[in-house]
């Protein structure tokens, strides 16, 4: 997951806007002072936002989204133990195989006979 397009676009815009104004406005005179504090804090104010809401927001959701797929994958194998348990084959020795779609079809599509 990233940034929506809109938050990456204006944050490149400001950075860049920001960096153009610093490197052609000269400080020496009064207005051009003002702009170039004006460039600098808008530098800094895309740099700290960058850090303390881009970034953090990135490292959320792929914190989220590897949980709930280890969920997932959890979910799955013990769904897959109680369908072994129910058809009385828990003898199966690889039940990772079993996570795979086609062999899961495969074996649970055999006829296994009553013990």
Same mark, same amino acid.
């Given at each position: 997951?990233?940034?929506?397009?809109?938050?990456?676009?204006? $944050?490149?815009?400001?950075?860049?806007?920001?960096?153009?104004?610093?490197? =052609?406005?000269?400080?020496? %005179?009064?207005?051009?002072?003002?702009?170039?504090?004006?460039?600098?804090?808008? $530098?800094?104010?895309?740099?700290? *936002?960058?850090?303390?809401?881009?970034?953090?927001?990135? #490292?959320?959701?792929?914190?989220?989204?590897?949980?709930?797929?280890? #969920? *997932?994958?959890?979910?799955?194998?013990?769904?897959?133990?109680? =369908?072994?348990?129910?058809?009385?084959? #828990?003898? *199966?020795?690889?039940?990772?195989? $079993?996570?795979?779609? %086609?062999?899961?079809?495969? *074996?649970?599509?055999?006829?296994?006979?009553?013990?």
């Amino acid at each position: 997951m990233h940034l929506s397009r809109s938050t990456v676009l204006t $944050l490149a815009g400001v950075t860049g806007l920001s960096l153009l104004g610093i490197a =052609f406005v000269d400080s020496k %005179e009064n207005m051009n002072d003002v702009l170039h504090s004006v460039f600098v804090a808008l $530098l800094a104010s895309a740099a700290f *936002y960058a850090g303390t809401v881009a970034i953090p927001e990135i #490292q959320r959701r792929r914190r989220i989204r590897t949980n709930l797929r280890r #969920q *997932y994958r959890s979910f799955k194998k013990s769904c897959i133990d109680l =369908f072994l348990i129910a058809s009385k084959s #828990q003898e *199966y020795d690889n039940r990772d195989n $079993l996570l795979n779609p %086609e062999e899961f079809k495969r *074996y649970f599509s055999n006829k296994v006979p009553p013990k």
